[in-house]
């Protein structure tokens, strides 16, 4: 009955609440069919046999409407207990962005500050902070609307203006604290 429900039907995952409603509704009907007919037959005295062949129909029919009925009232419960994670998800992830923005926020200005003592131009700065965020040459020119060669150049610039070697040198300059301290080996220049 929901579009989360009819979605798991359209992947592959069964039969929709919506289409086991409908089951259930028509064998529940051929249940309740089956058990007049069977009454009627039992008062005219028709044969045992064929009033044990309707009791078993009715039956199988009541079975089959129980079970359609008992799989989509799981289904509703599964949904509800999904949705009820997903809203406690989200409110954390909203909180975590809410406690750690100052913080971001806070980053982002002291890498601003450090650009600046490196004396990058603006376009350097734009292309620093797109270095930092991992996009490529390609796509730091696309972001700017400049050609590939221009970002190469700026962010040689960049490079050269800082003294660092290169991407993973400038991203380590700015990250490498955040990262929680771990053993460094022996052979490992530090300097």
Not at 33 to 61: C, N, P, Y
Not at 153 to 170: C, D, F, I, P, T
Request: net charge positive; glycine share 6%; aromatic share 6%.
């Amino acid at each position: 009955m929901t579009k989360a429900s009819d979605a798991a039907t359209s992947q592959g995952h069964g039969i929709g609440s919506r289409e086991r409603v409908v089951t259930a509704t028509v064998l529940a009907l051929i249940a309740l069919l089956a058990t007049v007919d069977l009454l009627v037959d039992l008062r005219d005295g028709v044969t045992a046999w064929h009033v044990l062949a309707e009791a078993v129909a009715a039956a199988t029919a009541c079975f089959g409407a129980f079970y359609l009925l008992r799989g989509a009232w799981e289904l509703r419960r599964r949904l509800d207990v999904q949705a009820r994670d997903f809203s406690t998800f989200r409110r954390q992830a909203e909180a975590w962005r809410a406690e750690s923005r100052n913080h971001v926020e806070g980053l982002s200005l002291a890498i601003a500050r450090q650009l600046d003592q490196w004396q990058l131009s603006d376009a350097e700065k734009e292309v620093a902070f797109l270095l930092l965020k991992g996009l490529s040459l390609k796509d730091i020119a696309a972001v700017r609307r400049t050609t590939e060669k221009t970002a190469r150049v700026q962010s040689s610039a960049v490079y050269a203006k800082s003294g660092l070697a290169g991407r993973s040198e400038l991203s380590a300059f700015f990250l490498e604290d955040l990262l929680p301290p771990t053993a460094v080996p022996a052979s490992v220049d530090r300097s």
